[in-house]
């Protein structure tokens, strides 16, 4: 299993271009708007469906709902989400973004195009079409062995 990640595997691979993206968005949004790469989706999420719950959150984006309390926490701090109490239901607090998150989500989809344009530099339309369909495929073989399927309604924006 070790020489998994010694050698030139897909996963490998994969692994260090999604840490290099990682690092390529984190640069570009902590320092320029103090937005964390983790809550990105949340923002896109969040303005296509504002007034989601922290448990709808935590389940279209895939993690524990600990882990969104934490993130939405910080993101409220930072002015970018505000949460309402649910009128029917009071124990449950919708989320929405702010005029300032809405304000930000085009300046990050600039630096997302960006980072998608510069990982597939040189690539022809016939070349991305192949490498969609390719990793389409890997997700469904992930997703048909994985039991709960968290991220697979999530398009983002």
């Known amino acids: ?3 998994i990640f010694e050698r030139d595997t897909v996963l490998m691979n994969l692994n260090t271009i999604q840490r290099l993206v990682y690092k390529y968005v984190h640069e570009r949004t902590l320092r320029g708007f103090n937005v964390h790469p983790g ?7 969040l303005k296509r469906n504002p007034g989601l719950s922290q448990k709808e959150i935590a389940k279209i984006i895939g993690v524990e709902p600990g882990t969104i309390a934490i993130m939405l926490r910080r993101m409220e701090k930072a002015g970018f989400v505000y949460r309402v109490q649910d009128e029917k239901d009071r124990r449950i607090s919708r989320v929405y973004p702010t005029e ?8 990050l989809r600039n630096i997302l195009f960006d980072v998608e344009k510069l990982v597939l530099t040189d690539f022809t339309e016939s070349d991305k079409n192949i490498l969609r369909t390719l990793l389409n495929r890997m997700k469904s073989n992930l997703l048909s062995r994985v039991q709960d399927k968290p991220c697979s309604s999530y398009k983002g924006e």
């Open 1 to 3: 299993m070790d020489e």
């Open 39 to 45: 809550q990105i989706p949340i923002l896109f999420l």
């Open 100 to 107: 300032k998150a809405n304000a930000l989500i085009q300046r």
